[in-house]
């Protein structure tokens, strides 16, 4: 009987958010493929707002943009979209 090779892992999308911005990332197994991030200001992603300034997005805002980036960047990797998750850990 002749054995069937093993198929490549399919990479897989997934995001991480909290009040100061998101993350996602493309990882294949326990390797990271590829990386974005994005700070919650609103006219400028990769800056950073004081939390409840004007310019500061809401966390609804920020979960939708990373939910949107995520899928965004998984059917253009042709990659499987994984989800995302809130990130409870304060940053500065």
């Known amino acids: 009987m002749a054995s069937i090779p093993n198929q490549k892992a399919k990479a897989v999308v997934v995001g991480e958010y909290c009040e100061w911005g998101y993350e996602v990332q493309v990882i294949r197994g326990s390797r990271i493929l590829h ?10 992603s990769q800056q950073r707002a004081a939390l409840g ?4 997005c ?3 805002q ?3 943009n990373c939910v949107h980036t995520a899928k965004d960047i998984a059917r253009e990797r042709r990659a499987l979209y994984g989800g ?3 990130q409870t850990e304060k940053q500065p």
């Open 35 to 44: 990386s974005y991030a994005a700070g919650n200001h609103q006219q400028d």
């Open 53 to 56: 300034s004007p310019e500061a």
């Open 58 to 60: 809401s966390l609804r």
């Open 62 to 64: 920020i979960r939708g």
């Open 84 to 86: 995302v998750t809130h």
